[in-house]
């Protein structure tokens, strides 16, 4: 097949792609014949990345042209999923054969592959993040052959969080439960001082909890519960929460915009995929004017983090649109920035001003250095790989991996040297 050479960027459009050429295969024949041929090669997901993570100095893949396969096992509670797949084309297939997924991230735009490749998360004490839910993957390897992981193979653990270093994922499976409605409810104005006694409580206040602040006054914005619509908690009341209010009507997570592409709220119950995402599904962003960056560490340090941060308030708001707490339960892939440990995730949503924006990051990762932060793969962050290195005991490991499937280095790119010093 040939390539072409449009001009292409990611979604926020602050990283045009420099790969030479662009493959939109067709079928896996086609896939594997493109990955065997190039010299250089990654695949591209939905390019919701915000960093050059994608890129290829030779040939860049999207997989969006395969077969858009959806295989539920109902007896076995898993379904196989074409990786190039965005969660809100799954996530409504799923919930028509009663199934669900327990966890998904803000935005349902984002691909399967994708997601899982970086560690994407959402919100809730117990629920890990998306790529937990993978119990297989079929990979193309370097030389276009087919390697299939199972959860309990030796590698497994490590190939799942892979940041697209290992080869190009074609199919996953994922771990189902049944289908379950969410109620949201969304309260306003929390001082931050009541965070210090009743941070792991407030979190626990449902089924996933994201708190907003701009950093710019010691307050909470706002705080999205979604809650089991079966446990009903907080009860759909007029009465403050921890002293919060009750929003009156539907709110978008950043302050002054339109409520209208936000999620259901005021405690209307709903299917897990119309109210665990921030966003609707058929509000379809094509591209965004933010950056972002996030940065997870152990949940026991969440109020001594939110302190750290609160100190830099005032070099981070005035570049900030809005920004996010969360937290994410631990897991066992090697790459995962919850490996092994509950954590707690500082988001933050910028204004597109790179420039401005990094040494506000920088700033962001010496506040929390103490803490250990692990950044979103995904998303910007200025740490040296000497600090990724000393933040993941399997990251050696890992690159034993990627010099097993990809020996001559065809899907390592700026971003891989940079990160992984490979
Ligand atoms: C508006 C917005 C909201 C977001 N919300 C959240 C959130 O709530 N939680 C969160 O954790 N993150 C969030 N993110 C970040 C996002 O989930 C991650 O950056 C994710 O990795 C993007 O997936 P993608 O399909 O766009 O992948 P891309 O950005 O296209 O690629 C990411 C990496 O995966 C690799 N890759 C992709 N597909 C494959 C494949 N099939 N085989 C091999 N490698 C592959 C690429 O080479 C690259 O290295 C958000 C991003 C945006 C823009």
């Not at 997989?63 to 007896?75: F, I, K, T």
């Not at 089991?228 to 978008?252: Q, S």
């Not at 100190?311 to 707490?325: F, K, M, Q, S, Y």
Request: aromatic fraction near 8%; hydrophobic fraction near 45%.
């Amino acid at each position: 097949m040939t390539a072409t050479a449009t001009p292409r960027t990611n979604w926020a459009g602050n990283i045009a792609f420099a790969a030479p050429d662009f493959y939109r295969p067709a079928s896996l024949a086609e896939l594997r014949a493109v990955v065997a041929r190039a010299r250089q090669v990654r695949v591209l997901g939905t390019g919701h990345s915000f960093n050059d993570m994608a890129d290829s100095p030779g040939a860049q893949v999207s997989l969006a042209g395969l077969p858009p396969e959806v295989e539920v096992d109902s007896a076995a509670g898993l379904v196989r999923v074409a990786a190039g797949l965005t969660y809100g084309h799954l996530a409504s297939r799923l919930d028509r054969q009663r199934f669900a997924l327990r966890s998904l991230a803000s935005l349902p735009h984002i691909s399967v592959a994708g997601a899982c490749a970086t560690g994407t998360h959402g919100s809730g004490w117990a629920n890990q993040n998306l790529s937990a839910a993978v119990t297989g993957l079929e990979l193309v390897t370097a030389d276009g052959d087919i390697v299939e992981l199972n959860r309990g193979d030796g590698a497994f653990d490590g190939a799942v969080v892979h940041l697209g270093a290992l080869g190009a994922v074609t199919r996953l499976i994922l771990e189902l439960v049944p289908s379950f409605e969410v109620s949201q409810r969304v309260y306003e104005d929390l001082p931050l001082d009541v965070l210090d006694d009743h941070f792991a409580e407030i979190m626990a206040g449902g089924y996933s909890v994201s708190m907003f602040t701009d950093w710019r006054a010691p307050r909470l914005t706002q705080l999205w519960i979604k809650s089991l619509a079966e446990d009903g908690t907080p009860p759909v009341t007029e009465e403050p929460w921890f002293t919060a209010t009750p929003a009156p009507a539907a709110r978008n997570p950043v302050p002054g915009l339109p409520p209208a592409n936000s999620t259901a709220q005021l405690g209307e119950p709903g299917p897990w995929f119309e109210r665990l995402p921030h966003f609707r599904p058929e509000f379809t962003p094509s591209a965004g004017d933010e950056l972002q960056s996030e940065y997870l560490l152990p949940a026991e340090h969440a109020v001594d983090a939110v302190h750290a941060l609160q100190r830099a308030g005032d070099r981070i708001a005035p570049l900030l649109r809005i920004g996010e707490i969360r937290t994410i339960a631990g897991d066992e892939l090697w790459l995962s920035p919850a490996y092994r440990q509950d954590s707690v995730a500082f988001h933050f949503t910028w204004l597109p001003d790179t420039a401005a924006v990094l040494p506000v990051v920088t700033l962001i990762e010496r506040q929390l250095a103490p803490f250990g932060p692990r950044p979103h793969w995904g998303k910007i962050f200025t740490t040296p790989a000497a600090d990724l290195h000393a933040s993941y005991d399997r990251l050696p490991d890992f690159l034993d991996l990627a010099r097993h499937y990809d020996p001559a280095g065809k899907f390592r790119n700026a971003y891989t040297a940079r990160c992984l010093g490979r």
